[in-house]
């Protein structure tokens, strides 16, 4: 049996995702071994983030400051607002410099087995920035899976009840290049179909 600081810490790991507890373990006595100099450096830069960080007021990604650095840049198109789950998806969609309007980040998915979810969502801040601005088009840019289904069918419900004349679109999918279409899902070989291009 750990020593009690060493467990609440194993355990305090433990609740990040995608590590379970022998990992958490080994992160404990990595740090433990390493000394205090990396210990310090953690706590430090932990208690800085927490200090620093904070929500923007226009889209809703984390941000040292409020309006953030993309909800601020004149040079972006703010009448075009794509919709992500996280914070991460924004900095994804950023990396292929495809995209220059702005962001609005929803921090999760509607699921189907949890109703108190969409008070966590930052959906009716979405549709009041809508209604607060002059906005051509909304992408919603949600992981093709069940939740985010559900999530995108919402949105565009929503979306036309308070500004109808904003054009909703949606990522288009289907087969990636080089794939085999017999080895392609239903689904996937589907929206193919739908979202066929013309040659």
């Not at 993309?70 to 994804?92: F, G, N, P």
């Not at 009840?161 to 080895?183: C, E, F, H, N, W």
Request: proline share 3%.
């Amino acid at each position: 049996m750990y020593a009690k600081p060493i467990q609440e810490l194993i355990r305090a790991f433990s609740r990040l995702p995608s590590v379970g507890e022998r990992t958490a373990e080994r992160f404990v006595f990595h740090l433990l071994k390493s000394g205090k100099k990396d210990v310090t450096e953690i706590t430090l830069t932990l208690k800085n983030l927490i200090e620093t960080v904070k929500s923007c007021e226009v889209c809703w990604d984390f941000t040292d400051k409020s309006p953030c650095d993309l909800c601020s840049d004149v040079r972006r198109d703010h009448k075009v607002i794509c919709v992500v789950t996280q914070a991460q998806d924004r900095e994804t969609i950023e990396h292929t410099g495809q995209f220059m309007g702005v962001y609005h980040i929803l921090r999760g998915t509607l699921k189907t087995d949890d109703d108190n979810i969409a008070k966590y969502l930052k959906i009716n801040e979405l549709m009041n920035r809508l209604q607060k601005n002059e906005v051509d088009e909304v992408i919603l840019a949600l992981n093709p899976d069940i939740s985010g289904e559900t999530t995108m069918m919402y949105l565009e419900r929503q979306i036309k009840k308070i500004a109808p004349l904003i054009k909703v679109t949606r990522l288009a999918r289907g087969l990636p290049m080089g794939s085999d279409i017999q080895y392609a899902d239903e689904i996937t070989l589907g929206s193919a179909l739908k979202n066929r291009v013309s040659s």
